[in-house]
């Protein structure tokens, strides 16, 4: 990995290190072989810590966030939580896999172990989603789904949240609109948040630090820790 | 406003349906009478002929004795076949090593003739009222598990991994993301079921049981008494329509009420 983190800067988000990954590597099996995705990646990430993992498309974020998320254990390294224990997780994927048959409210109550219909009513709420409770998602349009997804994945109160390019595919308006709403409830609600993106802009607008990934088999090229004056510089809504 | 519209529209669609629907059953009824009025023989009783026995069965107490006991086979039938063969659908959709395994069976009992699978029952196991529900639910289930299998393999892998990741419990998963992407395949696979069931029903009567619908018919066909064999088999067409307008169709427009 690249150099450690500033003292001072970091100091608060990276006080109670939550996830330590060592990955030595990661393969993907195919029919001509073994096809090498993922090398040596080290990743520390703090309590209430914003980390972008930017790079090219099919370089193997993803695969990171599903070895992290516990979706995928096929990896030679470790995975070390605080405490030893798996924390809640929330997950945004790229397309919002929203259950179709449930309305919003009702899918994010279905994420949730302990129905808790005031936290649900809250972040839809602060993501803008109140209009739209009782909705199919089928009705929705692709941002406001994306914005469903986001509001799930603070549902169950996560001490971890995984966004694997939560924008991706919107207009400019609606990116804005989302990166805003998402800060909002990030505010309310800070968490350590795992944030995988091919945007570099919207890597410095959200994160605390970004680790620029190479290309297969994916390494951390470089580390760079966003300067205090401009993290996070997306107006509040 | 716009909704407004779309309901509108969606009566009078409903409507236009329903209608037509009547217009072609009135039509068929005419003919029919027109007929066999026109014919003159007791090989083609009338429309008329056929109710009043249906009336008279009913008064006696004859006809609503032996279609409950014919309805409740159906439903046990029906109710076995669609569990095990949902089960057995889903299982061999999702795991390909149980699918190359059942896959032969389920096909042999696919092209077997129901005739035979009831003969074979009931001379193995008895003419028993087991037998006979068994030997009916035999013939619907490899059609379920053909229907539940294809259902299975289309389930969406996201969905699962979506589950997966926020570690919805298997009966969370089951009930929330699995059974209702399999919805249309169930209801597609009871609605031909009852179709087919209550067919197999009556002659496994007709071959094994001394009571219900088919059974009637047995006696009927013996004494070429075309009037009542026609009275019965109206008054169980019409339950089994009934059960289709009022309880299958209703519960899968609530079930696909997503979709709209």
Redesign the interface.
Known sequence: MGRPAAAGTLGNAMAQVILRLHVESKSFHTDRGELPVLGRIDIALGGREIVALVGPSGCGKSTLLRIV???DTDFQGALDWRGGVMPH???V?Q?P?L????TVRQNLL??Q?TANPDLAGALLHALDLVPFSDA?P?TLSLGMARRVAIA?AFA?APELVLLDEPFVSLDPAMVARGRKLLLNTWRARPTAVLLVTHDRAEAASLADRILLLAERPTRVLQEIIVPQELRRSTEPA | MAGHLVSRHLATSINWERSTRLVSASVFLLSWQIAASLADNRLLPTVTAVLRAMLQQTISGALPWNLAITLGRVAAAFTLSLLLGSALGIAMGRWRRLDLLLDNAVTVLLNLPALVVIVLIFVWFGMTEIAAIAAVALNKLPTTVVTLREGARTLDPGLAEMAESFRMSRWRTLRHVILPQLAPYIFAAARSGLALIWKIVLVVELLGRSNGVGFQIQIYFQLFDVTMILAYTFAFILVVQVIEWAGLQPLERWATRWRR
Do not use: D
Not at chain 1, 99 to 102: A, D, I, V, Y
């Open positions: 998320g516990g979706l997780i929330g997950t994927f397309e896999r259950l179709p048959w449930r279905l994420a172990r199919f089928a799930r169950i």
